[in-house]
């Protein structure tokens, strides 16, 4: 299936633990972004690259470092875990940079 | 000031009516514009792209978008409760960048 996928579905880690969730799209998209969708189900960009390059840092704490190996994935590592990044992360990819992005299916990330 | 604005709702409607969603945007350089549905617990799926100014119509969708006043509409004919879900207004800024309202709920009452 032509999809954007990302792991884990779920993530429970205490605070000050580091953890990633890795994003994958076969799409053939040249652009991936992380997207954070809060309780408020506000949905707010963190990052955008464009084949492989980082183009849009959205002032987001430097403990969250995204990295992209090649143009089909998009990693984020998050370092030094707060109850504060508890969200749900959803990665997405698009085909051109005024297109809609397809996004996956989200990782619920809970600190406790 | 908020760079894209929806009325939060909830938005309440019968079934069989039209369904109403409204939005505004502050950046007047921006190009695209995009609507999306999200049900509880699920990603945001891309229903409807606008880039012109005018109405464009999709099956049961209908968006509207008026540049001068910056002002981004969905319309939702013969509402059904399949329909009820928070739908997510968007704009493509420039470059790499689209960024989201806080979404409108609709409810659609059977």
């Known amino acids: 299936d032509t999809a954007v996928s990302q792991t884990p579905k779920y993530l429970v880690t205490q605070m000050g633990n580091d953890k990633s969730i890795k994003c994958e799209q076969n799409?053939?998209?040249?652009?991936m972004y992380w997207y954070k969708q809060d309780s408020k189900k506000f949905l707010k960009i963190m990052f955008s690259y464009n084949n492989k390059e980082l183009i849009i840092n959205e002032t987001v704490p430097n403990r969250f470092s995204p990295k992209s190996p090649d143009k089909a994935h998009l990693n984020l590592h998050i370092n030094s875990l707060e109850l504060g990044d508890s969200a749900v992360y959803f990665c997405?990819?698009?085909?051109?940079?005024?297109?809609?992005?397809?996004f996956g299916s989200g990782t619920r990330l809970t600190v406790v | 000031q908020k760079e894209v604005e929806q009325n939060s709702g909830p938005l309440s409607v019968p079934e069989g009516a039209i369904a109403s969603l409204n939005c505004t945007y502050s950046?007047?350089?921006?190009?695209?514009f995009f609507w999306y549905r999200q049900y509880s617990g699920k990603s945001p799926e891309l229903i409807m792209f606008?880039?012109?100014?005018g109405d464009k119509e999709d099956g049961r969708f209908t968006a509207q978008l008026n540049k001068a006043s910056q002002y981004v509409s969905l319309l939702i004919r013969d509402s059904q409760p399949s329909d009820s879900a928070t739908y997510l207004c968007?704009?493509?800024?420039?470059?790499?960048?689209?960024?989201f309202g806080a979404g409108t709920r609709l409810f659609v009452k059977a």
């Open positions: 606008i880039y012109s100014n």
């Open positions: 799409l053939g998209h040249d652009t």
């Open positions: 968007a704009v493509n800024t420039g470059g790499f960048k689209t960024i």
């Open positions: 950046d007047r350089g921006s190009q695209s």
């Open positions: 997405a990819s698009s085909q051109q940079m005024n297109r809609g992005p397809t």
